[in-house]
């Protein structure tokens, strides 16, 4: 258990749905982040938010959406995704302009796109 | 360009093995972490060096961080099937902004 939660944790979703994964973080946190991890690559972050305003947007296609509306929760909403955006999603937390830059995950939502 | 780039990608040893894990980069951070990730699961912190040359233990884990800090490893003495999984490292280059980088990976699978 590392104090960030993600739900769904499994999500089978075809092209035209719109669905929305969902982290929280209990760790009093003011930065959290979306990663995609596919097979056989490095992690890629795509999103970055710190005191809920977006700092970085990783060139992601538009299908996908953040939302932070306060610094324990965020959102990813997904529309008409493609059978490439099948991976692991994840999320993770940190304390800005701590000593170090510390990330704590979440169990991650496994995604597939039919 | 992968900018920290670890060794081996894969590794298949026998119960009560040694091995050695390492990320190595041009680039110099500011700190570096290790993860390990077993199936299904987020990355879990196992620690984060912060100066060149530091040593830290974890059990039978060993963490060296570079002098430049530009690279790092990880000993495990006595592997047991238990330490399987894909162990993650990761650095940050801009101390205090929040963006790490992440190394590929190294799968590991100790056997009984």
């Known amino acids: 258990e590392t104090g960030v939660t993600q739900t769904p944790r499994h999500l089978v979703m075809g092209m035209t749905n719109k669905k929305s994964l969902k982290c929280e973080q209990h760790l009093g946190h003011n930065a959290m982040y979306w990663y995609k991890q596919s097979a056989k690559k490095p992690l890629e972050l795509m999103f970055v938010y710190n005191f809920k305003e977006q700092t970085e947007n990783n060139s992601v296609p538009s299908r996908f959406s953040p939302e932070c509306p306060n610094s324990s929760h965020l959102f990813l909403h997904l529309h008409t995704l493609q059978p490439e955006d099948s991976a692991l999603y994840l999320c993770a937390s940190s304390q800005v302009l701590a000593s170090t830059d510390t990330q704590y995950f979440g169990p991650g939502t496994r995604l597939t796109v039919l | 360009t992968q900018l920290l780039e670890q060794s081996p990608q894969f590794l298949s040893i026998q119960e009560g093995e040694n091995l050695t894990v390492y990320c190595n980069s041009s680039?110099?951070?500011?700190?570096l972490q290790w993860y390990r990730q077993e199936p299904g699961e987020g990355p879990v912190l196992l620690v984060t060096?912060?100066?060149?040359?530091e040593v830290k233990k974890l059990k039978r884990l060993t963490f060296q961080f570079g002098d430049a800090r530009k690279d790092s490893s990880l000993h495990i003495t006595a592997a047991q099937p238990g330490d399987t999984g894909l162990y993650l490292c990761a650095g940050d280059l801009a101390g205090g902004y929040n963006k790490l980088i992440f190394g590929a990976g190294t799968r590991l699978a100790v056997h009984p």
């Open positions: 060096v912060v100066t060149g040359g």
């Open positions: 680039s110099v951070f500011s700190s």
